[in-house]
C-alpha cells in the first residue's frame, strides 16, 4: 500500500472496517510501497511515519505482520534484495493499493522505469520532489531518491489498483488509462494487469469517457 494523502481515506475506513466488524486480520501481512531514502521511520515525511499512525497502530499490528523499508540502510541494494525475498517468501502481493503522481510514477517508480525492475532505489524528478514538499516540514529538503517496490512485483499480484482522487489527477488518471502501455508513463502498467484497476473519484475521472467508468 502506498501512503500519502491519496489512500488516507482508505486508510481510515479499513481501519475502522476491520475493527468494527471484527474481521480476524491476523494473517494479513502489510508491505510499505515506497520510502523516501535516507529518512528515519519517524521523521516527519516519511513514509513508514504514515503507515504507523494510519494503519499499524490503530489494528495493533504485530512486527511480523509489517514490512517497510528501512531507508536508513547503509546499503539501500542490499535493503530491495531484502524486500524482493520477503514478497517472494509470502507468495507474492495479494492486493495493491497505489497512487499515481504528476509525471504518471507509480510509487517510486519514475518514468523510464523497466516494468521488468524488482525492488530499486530511484531518482526522483523535480516534479515527485516538489509535490512530495507537503509532508514536510517548511525549510526541510526533500530528499532526492527514493527507495520503492518495483513494477515487476505490482504486475504479478493478484489485484493491482491506483487509487486517485482530485481535479489536478484528471489528466493523469486519462493517460494512465487511454495512453499507450510504456515505462516513460509508468502508470499505463495497469492497462497490462489482468485485475487491474482506477479506482477514483468524480473529480480524477473527469476527463474519461463514460465507456472506461463503472460507478459504485
Ligand atoms: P499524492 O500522490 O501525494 O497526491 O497522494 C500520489 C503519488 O505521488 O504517488
Redesign the pocket.
Known amino acids: 500500500m502506498?501512503s500519502?494523502?491519496?489512500p488516507a481515506l482508505t486508510c481510515e475506513l479499513l481501519a475502522a472496517e476491520l475493527k468494527n466488524r471484527q474481521i480476524d486480520y491476523s494473517q494479513l501481512r502489510f508491505f510499505g510501497l515506497d520510502e523516501w531514502a535516507g529518512l528515519a521511520p519517524e521523521a516527519k515525511g516519511s513514509c513508514a511515519r504514515d503507515f504507523m499512525e494510519r494503519l499499524i497502530m490503530p489494528l495493533g499490528l504485530q512486527p511480523e505482520q509489517y514490512f517497510l523499508f528501512n531507508a536508513l540502510a547503509a546499503n539501500l541494494e542490499e535493503e530491495c534484495r531484502l524486500m524482493d525475498r520477503r514478497i517472494e517468501a509470502h507468495g507474492g502481493l495479494d492486493i495493491v493499493l497505489a497512487?499515481?503522481?504528476m509525471n504518471g510514477?507509480v510509487g517510486f517508480n519514475e518514468p523510464g522505469t523497466p516494468f521488468t525492475h524488482l525492488c530499486h532505489v530511484a531518482q526522483l524528478e523535480a516534479v515527485t520532489t516538489a509535490?512530495g514538499v507537503k509532508y514536510f516540514d517548511a525549510g526541510t529538503a526533500v530528499p532526492q531518491q527514493g527507495i520503492t517496490i518495483g513494477p515487476a512485483h505490482l504486475l504479478s499480484a493478484g489485484t493491482f489498483i491506483i487509487m486517485a482522487n482530485g481535479e489536478e489527477k484528471a489528466d493523469v488518471v486519462r493517460q494512465a488509462v487511454t495512453g499507450a502501455v510504456d515505462p516513460a508513463f509508468p502508470a499505463t502498467m495497469v492497462q497490462l494487469h489482468k485485475n487491474g484497476f482506477m479506482l477514483i473519484d468524480e473529480a480524477a475521472g473527469a476527463l474519461l469517457e463514460e465507456g472506461n467508468v463503472m460507478r459504485g
Open positions: 502506498a500519502g494523502h491519496t497512487g499515481i503522481g510514477h509535490v
